[in-house]
């Protein structure tokens, strides 16, 4: 395998595909599968050509071009990261043996487990976000759109090439289930419960890839860590994709902050809603909600299958190698927190079984980073309103807190005090209401909508006024 991606393959790949006929055969029969799922479920809105980034090697440097290109002519393939010779497993019962170039027969159904549920959602996601492009604030921000939807095809790729070379007739009927359950749907919805939310309006969307696609982050990275070292390769090119998704969240919101924060101070004003923006208190609402959902994609924070994943090998902790333990974990404990006596508290828990725990902490102070960044404009605002995360308690159906009532303080209250306060906590139909009322679309270059500022970083250098979408 080499860097370099030989696109003269009806399918991208750096694999060498070309020397395993049966598997390229398979593949090649999926393809147009994916496609037709694609024209159904992909973006509606028709776009003749966007500026989009796409992956020509897997290096550090120079691994991605630029250049207009229609949606349904990008050409998304197999790309796994560079091998590292004589890696060795770094973690669990197995560390120090060499890492696994096929499946242990022991360990297969494991692994195809966390493949098939990691695969889940990069389809997910794009069936949630499919409308969006109708009401774009901007030509900036629907060539964004297509970017991440793009890039999460790929990424069911990745999955589907796993599934497809290492694990048989069982992998590649799960490959073709990836394409018939669908978000949202009754009789066949995705796996994980939020990636059957919606995704209705643009501050949902910058929500959704600034929390959920962080929780992407971090489960990749500890499937970056298996002893399997083809998963292992996958997830490693896969972050570096996934890193513009959460950008995309991150000044996506910076901005409807900063549009808002202007409009309080130019009105003088707490509600910035009748001047066409989104209140704060709407924002914080919107932050409650996705924050909470992504933050039960972690699981229970006791978990024997987390723990018996890392004692095999099949998934590590985000940093593994850095982290100064024995990488073994059989004697050591951990706090986590809990209901205790009807109060949050914590609990003394094997470090093994506290994985998840672990991992949602790397995450949560990863999140706060955000929140810091959006607190700073409100601050050069001169404003004294300031953004949150909630408790870790509050609106959770999974896991210590699943079904108390939690405020988004911490603060343990009724099931009647819950419900009374659920709206000044969570978007309301009124709040949605007047998100939605505001979402509509430009597509003039240079031009934007009047609830968002204009983005600060450019797309490869390129101006805001760019004309990165061509509709037809």
């Given at each position: 395998?080499?860097?370099?991606?030989?696109?003269?393959?009806?399918?991208?790949?750096?694999?060498?595909?070309?020397?395993?006929?049966?598997?390229?055969?398979?593949?090649?029969?999926?393809?147009?599968k994916f496609l037709t799922w694609w024209q159904e479920m992909g973006p509606s809105i028709a776009a003749r050509d966007v500026y989009l980034r796409t992956a020509i090697n897997v290096g550090r440097d120079g691994w991605a071009v630029f250049d207009h290109v229609a949606p349904s002519d990008y050409r998304w393939g197999i790309f796994l990261a560079e091998r590292k010779a004589n890696r060795q497993i770094a973690f669990g019962e197995h560390k120090g043996?060499?890492?696994?170039?096929?499946?242990?027969?022991?360990?297969?159904?494991?692994?195809?487990?966390?493949?098939?549920?990691?695969?889940?959602?990069?389809?997910?996601?794009?069936?949630?976000?499919?409308?969006?492009?109708?009401?774009?604030?901007?030509?900036?921000?629907?060539?964004?759109?297509?970017?991440?939807?793009?890039?999460?095809?790929?990424?069911?790729?990745?999955?589907?090439?796993?599934?497809?070379?290492?694990?048989?007739?069982?992998?590649?009927?799960?490959?073709?289930?990836?394409?018939?359950?669908?978000?949202?749907?009754?009789?066949?919805?995705?796996?994980?419960?939020?990636?059957?939310?919606?995704?209705?309006?643009?501050?949902?969307?910058?929500?959704?890839?600034?929390?959920?696609?962080?929780?992407?982050?971090?489960?990749?990275?500890?499937?970056?860590?298996?002893?399997?070292?083809?998963?292992?390769?996958?997830?490693?090119?896969?972050?570096?994709?996934?890193?513009?998704?959460?950008?995309?969240?991150?000044?996506?919101?910076?901005?409807?902050?900063?549009?808002?924060?202007?409009?309080?101070?130019?009105?003088?004003?707490?509600?910035?809603?009748?001047?066409?923006?989104?209140?704060?208190?709407?924002?914080?609402?919107?932050?409650?909600?996705?924050?909470?959902?992504?933050?039960?994609?972690?699981?229970?924070?006791?978990?024997?299958?987390?723990?018996?994943?890392?004692?095999?090998?099949?998934?590590?902790?985000?940093?593994?190698?850095?982290?100064?333990?024995?990488?073994?974990?059989?004697?050591?404990?951990?706090?986590?927190?809990?209901?205790?006596?009807?109060?949050?508290?914590?609990?003394?828990?094997?470090?093994?079984?506290?994985?998840?725990?672990?991992?949602?902490?790397?995450?949560?102070?990863?999140?706060?980073?955000?929140?810091?960044?959006?607190?700073?404009?409100?601050?050069?605002?001169?404003?004294?309103?300031?953004?949150?995360?909630?408790?870790?308690?509050?609106?959770?159906?999974?896991?210590?807190?699943?079904?108390?009532?939690?405020?988004?303080?911490?603060?343990?209250?009724?099931?009647?005090?819950?419900?009374?306060?659920?709206?000044?906590?969570?978007?309301?139909?009124?709040?949605?209401?007047?998100?939605?009322?505001?979402?509509?679309?430009?597509?003039?270059?240079?031009?934007?909508?009047?609830?968002?500022?204009?983005?600060?970083?450019?797309?490869?250098?390129?101006?805001?006024?760019?004309?990165?979408?061509?509709?037809?």
């Amino acid at each position: 395998m080499s860097e370099g991606i030989d696109y003269t393959e009806r399918i991208p790949n750096n694999v060498d595909l070309r020397n395993d006929r049966r598997l390229q055969r398979a593949l090649e029969s999926w393809q147009p599968k994916f496609l037709t799922w694609w024209q159904e479920m992909g973006p509606s809105i028709a776009a003749r050509d966007v500026y989009l980034r796409t992956a020509i090697n897997v290096g550090r440097d120079g691994w991605a071009v630029f250049d207009h290109v229609a949606p349904s002519d990008y050409r998304w393939g197999i790309f796994l990261a560079e091998r590292k010779a004589n890696r060795q497993i770094a973690f669990g019962e197995h560390k120090g043996e060499p890492a696994w170039q096929q499946v242990p027969g022991e360990y297969r159904a494991d692994l195809q487990r966390l493949i098939v549920v990691q695969g889940d959602t990069e389809p997910a996601s794009v069936e949630q976000q499919r409308n969006l492009g109708f009401t774009a604030p901007s030509l900036y921000d629907l060539r964004n759109l297509f970017q991440v939807n793009v890039e999460e095809g790929r990424h069911l790729w990745a999955m589907v090439y796993l599934l497809h070379a290492f694990f048989g007739r069982e992998g590649r009927d799960e490959a073709e289930a990836l394409l018939h359950r669908n978000s949202g749907s009754v009789d066949a919805p995705r796996i994980l419960g939020a990636f059957n939310e919606e995704t209705p309006d643009w501050l949902s969307f910058f929500m959704f890839t600034y929390f959920t696609d962080r929780d992407g982050k971090y489960q990749l990275g500890t499937l970056k860590e298996s002893a399997f070292d083809p998963l292992s390769r996958t997830c490693e090119f896969m972050l570096k994709e996934e890193s513009h998704h959460m950008f995309v969240g991150t000044t996506g919101i910076d901005r409807v902050v900063e549009r808002t924060a202007q409009l309080m101070v130019e009105h003088d004003t707490d509600d910035a809603g009748p001047h066409g923006a989104i209140p704060l208190s709407v924002i914080q609402k919107y932050l409650n909600f996705h924050y909470s959902v992504s933050l039960d994609l972690f699981g229970s924070e006791r978990s024997t299958n987390a723990a018996n994943y890392f004692t095999a090998g099949l998934k590590g902790r985000w940093n593994e190698e850095r982290r100064r333990d024995d990488h073994k974990l059989t004697e050591d404990s951990v706090r986590v927190e809990s209901i205790v006596d009807g109060q949050v508290g914590a609990v003394e828990v094997r470090a093994l079984n506290a994985l998840n725990h672990d991992l949602r902490n790397q995450y949560i102070v990863d999140c706060q980073t955000g929140v810091v960044r959006w607190n700073r404009i409100l601050e050069e605002a001169g404003l004294p309103q300031r953004l949150y995360l909630p408790h870790i308690g509050f609106n959770r159906r999974v896991g210590a807190f699943a079904g108390a009532h939690i405020g988004p303080r911490g603060d343990v209250v009724t099931a009647e005090q819950w419900e009374a306060h659920r709206h000044d906590w969570l978007p309301s139909e009124v709040d949605k209401t007047h998100v939605l009322s505001l979402m509509r679309p430009v597509y003039e270059p240079g031009k934007l909508a009047a609830w968002i500022a204009p983005p600060r970083h450019p797309i490869n250098g390129k101006p805001f006024d760019y004309e990165y979408v061509h509709l037809t």
